[in-house]
C-alpha cells in the first residue's frame, strides 16, 4: 500500500502533536506526581541496593549526611538485634558490628554516632533526641541528650526499637529558634 506524501507529512505532524500535548502534560502535572515518585525510587535503592557497611569507611560521607542551611552532621548507626540469635554467640561474628544509616533491618537496640562535621558547631550546645511516629502523625519521644556543649565533635545516643515503622532522629543547635538550627534524620526500622 502507497501511502502519499500529503497523508505521511500529516500522520508525521498528527504524531509530532500528540508527542507534545504528552510532554506539556508531563511537565505540568510533576509537581502532582514527581515527588512521590522520586522519594519511591529512593526508598526503593535504599532497601534493595544500599547494604550495611561491613567495616568502617565502605560508605561516602554523603550516603550517612544530614545537613540544613548553617550545619551538616554525620550519622553512624549500629544495631543489635532484639532476638535469642543475637546474645552470646561467636565472638569473631563481624556481622553484630554492621554499620548502618537510615535504616536498620529490625527491631532491637540501636546505637546512634553522630559527628559534627563544622567546627563552630563544636563550641555551641546541641540537643539529640530521638522520636516515633504515632498512628495520627504525632511524634513520641523515645530517648534523649540534653542541649550541651561537645568539644569533641562527637555525640552518641542508645534507644530501643520496639516496632517496626518510621522514626526520626534531631539534632537541635543552640536555642533551635529556626528550621536551620535543626536537622532532621528519618530512621527507617525493619522496611
Known sequence: MRVSPNARLNLLLAACAVLLVGFNGVAFTYQLWGPALTQYASDFWKAHVLQPAVKAGDRTISECLGVSDFYSAHL??????DSSESAGGATDDMSKYDEYCDRVPGTGKIIFAITLMEKDARSEPVALSFHAY???????ELAALPSKIHGSGMLTLDATVAHKGKYVLKLAFGEAKNKEDTIEMPIAAGQ
Not at 76 to 81: A, M, Q, V
Not at 134 to 140: E, I, P, R, S, V
Request: no cysteine; net charge neutral.
Open 76 to 81: 553512624t548507626t549500629y544495631f543489635l538485634p
Open 134 to 140: 504515632q498512628a495520627d502523625g504525632t511524634l513520641k
